[in-house]
């Protein structure tokens, strides 16, 4: 339920309050987002965060500059007693830095045949997939933001043998990464032009680490998705093809007719909750 929250609140908030230049907003929708961010304000500044409020009120769109923060709540990363907090992330981030030695090993490594061969396979795969993510994106084909993408992908695969990195999990990073970029650079600044390399290397790091830490909390709520014969995956579009045949009979048998079955075009819609479909 949290994870579905973090999706619908990011796809349902108002176009103009997406990263980037400032918008130009009629005086209704200005005062909704004003309202709507005057709520959210007061959940995060209390001293302990009403997290089941919270979870509420994001179903109806979370406001851009509170969007970070709020996701990082949401996915349980950071704890809701404000006097845990600080402690919490900075050991969180110390923990994902303590990983990067191991990736920056066998990224020199891999392909040598003294290498393991699961960390080899999984660092060739990832490094494959990451140039087709987002390719007619600027931001996402910089070299640094390539390599911070490797580094988490690589980093959560090797804690999570059972599942390992699967095409797929690389798209459900790309939200995370520019949402929490979003933290680091000024306001109405262009996130998907931004160079990554005027951040500080501490920067990165951070951006990195709670990327890794959200995105690990989302994939154990579906890790079925991504195990042997991706059951979750199937359960999910079964469920799609009932709901269809309930609302939209004819359009089902249609479909039946035309020998097309759902998992034919809706996998890649449940593999990458429809990243590939809905523009960033």
Not at 78 to 94: E, G, T, W, Y
Not at 130 to 135: F, K, S, V
Request: glycine share 4%; with cysteine.
């Amino acid at each position: 339920p949290k994870a579905e929250a973090i999706s619908d609140g990011s796809k349902k908030s108002l176009e103009a309050d997406l990263p980037g230049p400032v918008a130009v907003l009629s005086g209704d929708a200005q005062e909704q987002i004003d309202v709507r961010t005057e709520k959210f304000s007061k959940l995060l500044s209390s001293p302990t965060v009403d997290l089941e409020a919270l979870h509420t009120l994001s179903w109806g769109g979370i406001p851009c500059k509170l969007r970070a923060q709020t996701w990082k709540f949401l996915c349980g990363y950071l704890p809701a007693n404000s006097d845990r907090r600080q402690a919490a992330l900075d050991r969180k981030r110390k923990e994902y830095s303590d990983m990067i030695p191991n990736f920056e090993r066998v990224k020199k490594s891999y392909h040598l045949p003294e290498q393991d061969e699961y960390e080899s396979t999984t660092y060739r795969q990832i490094h494959i997939d990451i140039p087709r993510t987002g390719p007619t994106s600027p931001l996402l084909q910089q070299k640094e933001v390539q390599e911070s993408l490797e580094r988490i992908l690589f980093s959560w695969a090797l804690r999570h043998p059972a599942s390992g990195y699967v095409q797929g999990i690389n798209d459900l990073l790309i939200p995370f990464f520019v949402v929490f970029l979003g933290e680091h650079i000024p306001a109405g600044t262009d996130a998907e032009n931004f160079e990554l390399s005027r951040l500080s290397p501490a920067q990165i790091l951070q951006i990195e680490a709670d990327c890794f830490w959200c995105m690990s909390k989302l994939l154990n709520h579906i890790q079925e998705n991504y195990t042997f014969a991706q059951v979750g995956i199937q359960r999910m579009i079964f469920k799609l093809e009932e709901l269809v045949s309930h609302i939209d009979a004819p359009l089902t048998k249609h479909l039946e007719e035309q020998g097309a079955t759902f998992i034919q075009f809706a996998f890649r819609w449940m593999n990458c909750l429809l990243m590939r479909e809905i523009p960033l």
